[in-house]
């Protein structure tokens, strides 16, 4: 792989907090995955997220779910690579999948959103990236 192959790729299976809020605004057909645990999805997770453990993810647990959207996986941040495994296993059940970059971490340092018991307000702040 090249240079150009790889940030293509890059690009193609990974996406930013702007991104994703944007996404969601605009009502892309974008369905986030918290794959942490359902406890600390409880405690705080991005608007509009499901939680799927990646723990239980299965064929069976996953056939509710639309396989012509998009799925944006996230957990904690960096120091987790519980999104990783919830994109691959997701991927490997066929669904199209993306990973968010720096997970629910930067998505509150960027200033956005998050529901649940430790919910913060957001500063609503867009990078115009």
């Given at each position: 792989m090249d240079q150009i192959e790889f940030y293509?790729?890059?690009l193609a299976y990974e996406i930013d907090s702007w991104d994703l809020s944007e996404a969601?605004?605009?009502n892309?057909?974008?369905i986030v995955?918290?794959?942490r645990s359902t406890e600390a999805y409880e405690k705080e997770h991005i608007p509009?997220?499901?939680n799927i453990p990646h723990r239980t993810m299965t064929l069976d647990s996953t056939s509710h779910l639309d396989k012509t959207k998009l799925?944006?996986?996230y957990c904690d941040g960096i120091?987790?690579?519980a999104s990783t495994k919830g994109a691959l296993q997701l991927a490997e059940l066929g669904f199209n999948v993306k990973e968010l970059l720096g997970g629910l971490d930067w998505w509150r340092r960027d200033?956005?959103?998050t529901h649940g018991h430790h919910s913060t307000p957001g500063e609503g702040i867009t990078c115009g990236c």
């Amino acid at each position: 792989m090249d240079q150009i192959e790889f940030y293509e790729a890059k690009l193609a299976y990974e996406i930013d907090s702007w991104d994703l809020s944007e996404a969601i605004k605009t009502n892309e057909l974008v369905i986030v995955i918290d794959v942490r645990s359902t406890e600390a999805y409880e405690k705080e997770h991005i608007p509009t997220a499901v939680n799927i453990p990646h723990r239980t993810m299965t064929l069976d647990s996953t056939s509710h779910l639309d396989k012509t959207k998009l799925y944006v996986s996230y957990c904690d941040g960096i120091g987790c690579n519980a999104s990783t495994k919830g994109a691959l296993q997701l991927a490997e059940l066929g669904f199209n999948v993306k990973e968010l970059l720096g997970g629910l971490d930067w998505w509150r340092r960027d200033g956005y959103e998050t529901h649940g018991h430790h919910s913060t307000p957001g500063e609503g702040i867009t990078c115009g990236c």
